[in-house]
């Protein structure tokens, strides 16, 4: 039952007027119920009028006026038969409107996933794999491994494509914010965490510059994979790299990392990866990210776009950045790591 919200209203009435108040008490609709009592007050007593009862108004004989209060529903009190009828109107209008926009979300969702999903699985909605040949499984069953147990509070996947890694965070209890500047990408991510009933997850579209990834927010764990590449072609590898190294510093935890290597380095402007692109990338990512301590989680598939337009299913090394704590010394002081020297950071970036 609705709860009512009245004001109260004192006044002194005569007899005729008094009746006149109760007859038009009476014709009001719907029901008795839903009509404001009147509180007549007489001789020390107090009685309610209803417009039904009306031995009430049996006053003692030569009593000219009386004393009444009467009870007026606030302008935005929702206790009226009338108000209950126009919130029943707006809970249904409001329950079509959710319906169609449900449809709508629905037919968006089939539209942008034409013809395939091509990085990322997900297989919340009944896609287990990427069109691509991608396995983003396998790269996050390596990351839920490595930061089991660390209780990391917020997350940040930066370059979220549809979700599948947020999503992943999300459903271990972690806040996490996706960035992604495909539009479509970011609808697909949303569908998603909806259907999946995640609310702390959202998607921001936004396109991360050298200016604009100040905006970036901290967090306990970050993802930077398969961005870092882009990166280097749209803006110059140093540009990249100094790019990583922010990143970097927005992370309180750890950070996990890959890029494009081999064949398809040359296309995004990264240097040759000599003698080997895991130990290159492990000391380049040494280097520009201080205090970090990098481990190798594998080297997994991913798709990338090759030379021809397509996408082809290649080989990247994942790699982790745990965020080195300062250790005590025997004398008593914290240690401080060592900067790496500036010729070789140079050589690395370019």
Not at 4 to 29: I, Y
Not at 75 to 93: D, H, L, M, S, V
Not at 156 to 179: C, E, K
Not at 295 to 300: D, P, Y
Request: aromatic fraction near 6%; glycine fraction near 6%; include cysteine.
């Amino acid at each position: 039952m609705t709860e009512k919200t009245w004001t109260a209203r004192r006044t002194v009435l005569r007899r005729a007027e008094l009746e006149a108040l109760v007859r038009k008490h009476a014709r009001q609709e719907p029901l008795v119920r839903d009509r404001p009592p009147i509180l007549v007050r007489h001789a020390g007593i107090t009685r309610i009028v209803d417009g039904t009862n009306r031995i009430n108004l049996r006053l003692a004989e030569g009593c000219e006026s009386v004393e009444v209060i009467v009870l007026e529903p606030l302008p935005n009190a929702t206790g009226g038969g009338r108000a209950r009828e126009w919130q029943a109107r707006t809970k249904r209008k409001l329950t079509r409107r959710e319906r169609v926009q449900r449809l709508l979300d629905r037919v968006q969702f089939l539209y942008d996933i034409l013809p395939g999903l091509t990085h990322q699985p997900l297989p919340w909605l009944g896609y287990p794999t990427a069109k691509g040949g991608a396995d983003a499984t396998e790269r996050w069953a390596a990351i839920e491994k490595a930061i089991a147990g660390s209780e990391p509070r917020s997350a940040l996947d930066v370059g979220s494509n549809v979700g599948f890694f947020s999503i992943s965070l999300a459903r271990l209890g972690i806040p996490v914010l996706g960035v992604e500047q495909d539009a479509a990408c970011v609808r697909i991510a949303r569908y998603a965490a909806r259907k999946c009933r995640l609310r702390e997850l959202s998607f921001a579209q936004m396109t991360v510059t050298p200016r604009t990834i100040r905006l970036l927010p901290q967090a306990d764990v970050v993802l930077c994979l398969g961005v870092h590449h882009y990166w280097s072609r749209s803006f110059g590898f140093a540009a990249a790299t100094e790019m990583l190294s922010q990143l970097w510093e927005r992370c309180a935890v750890a950070m996990f990392f890959d890029t494009d290597e081999g064949e398809m380095a040359a296309s995004h402007n990264l240097p040759p990866m000599e003698p080997d692109s895991r130990e290159w990338l492990a000391e380049y990512l040494s280097l520009n990210c201080a205090d970090a301590e990098v481990s190798h989680l594998g080297t997994f598939r991913t798709s990338s776009p090759d030379a021809a337009g397509g996408r082809g299913v290649i080989a990247r090394n994942l790699f982790q950045l745990a965020r080195r704590r300062a250790e005590a010394s025997s004398d008593g002081f914290e240690e401080e790591s060592v900067a790496p020297s500036h010729a070789r950071r140079r050589e690395l970036t370019g």
